[in-house]
T-cell receptor, first 112, second 115 residues
Framework: DAKTTQPPSMDCAEGRAANLPCNHS???????VYWYRQIHSQGPQYIIH???NNETNEMASLIITEDRKSSTLILPHATLRDTAVYYC?????????????FGTGTLLAVQP | EAGVAQSPRYKIIEKRQSVAFWCNPI?????LYWYQQILGQGPKLLIQ????????DSQLPKDRFSAERLKGVDSTLKIQPAKLEDSAVYLC?????????????FGPGTRLTVT
C-alpha cells in the first residue's frame, strides 16, 4: 500500500471549515483514499473514502486532485467535537486482508 | 446497533505476568481485527480473523502473543509473558464479510500498562 504524508498538527476556529491535506504521490491506480479519525480515548472512526471523484457524506467532503497524488478532507463547519487525530490511508479496494495501515495522522485542534 | 465491546478498559500488570483481553464484535460481522496502538503512533494490525480462521498474523509477536476466535464470534488476545514495551492500547475492530470498502468499526480499546 502507498505511503501517505500528513502535517502533524493543525488548528481551526470553531464554525470555520477545516481543510486537512494528505500527500500520496506514489498511489497506484487501484488504490483508494480513506480517512479515519480518532477522538481522544476512543477507537478510530471511519469518515469517508474515494478513488478519483470528489465525495461528500454527512460528515465531510473529500477532494482528490486530478493526478491523485494528494487529497484534502474538508469538515465544512468544525465544532469542538471534531478535535481528533485524522488519518489518511490508501489501500487497494477489496484487498485480500482488508488491512488498514495507519500513519501518525494530523492532530486537528478546533479552537473556541 | 451495539458497537464493538472490549474489556477490560484498563489493565496494569508487572512485567513477566500474563494478561488477556476480550472482544465482542458487532453482531453478524465475520471479520475481526486486533490492533496495537503505542502512544503517539497510529494503530498497527496484529491479527485478522475471518470467522474463526486467521487471515493475517504477520505482525503478531508469536513468541508471547496469542489470539483465538472460537465459534467465529468473540475473541481473546493474550500476552504471556508481558514486557515493558507491550504498554499500549489494544483495539479490536470488526467488519462485515462484504466490507470490501475498508470500513472497520472499532471498539474503545484496552489500555495496558506494564510496570
Amino acid at each position: 500500500d502507498a505511503k501517505t504524508t500528513q502535517p502533524p498538527s493543525m488548528d481551526c476556529a470553531e464554525g470555520r471549515a477545516a481543510n486537512l491535506p494528505c500527500n500520496h504521490s506514489t498511489i497506484s491506480g487501484n488504490e483508494y483514499v480513506y480517512w479515519y479519525r480518532q477522538i481522544h480515548s476512543q477507537g478510530p472512526q471511519y469518515i469517508i473514502h474515494g478513488l478519483k471523484n470528489n465525495e461528500t457524506n454527512e460528515m465531510a467532503s473529500l477532494i482528490i486532485t486530478e493526478d491523485r497524488k494528494s487529497s484534502t478532507l474538508i469538515l465544512p463547519h468544525a465544532t469542538l467535537r471534531d478535535t481528533a487525530v485524522y488519518y489518511c490511508i490508501v489501500r487497494v479496494y477489496g484487498g485480500a486482508t482488508n488491512k488498514l495501515i495507519f500513519g501518525t495522522g494530523t492532530l486537528l485542534a478546533v479552537q473556541p | 446497533e451495539a458497537g464493538v465491546a472490549q474489556s477490560p478498559r484498563y489493565k496494569i500488570i508487572e512485567k513477566r505476568q500474563s494478561v488477556a483481553f476480550w472482544c465482542n464484535p458487532i453482531s453478524g460481522h465475520a471479520t475481526l481485527y486486533w490492533y496495537q496502538q503505542i502512544l503517539g503512533q497510529g494503530p498497527k494490525l496484529l491479527i485478522q480473523f475471518q470467522n474463526n480462521g486467521v487471515v493475517d498474523d504477520s505482525q503478531l509477536p508469536k513468541d508471547r502473543f496469542s489470539a483465538e476466535r472460537l465459534k467465529g464470534v468473540d475473541s481473546t488476545l493474550k500476552i504471556q509473558p508481558a514486557k515493558l514495551e507491550d504498554s499500549a492500547v489494544y483495539l479490536c475492530a470488526s467488519s462485515p464479510t462484504s466490507a470490501m470498502l475498508g470500513e472497520q468499526y472499532f471498539g474503545p480499546g484496552t489500555r495496558l500498562t506494564v510496570t
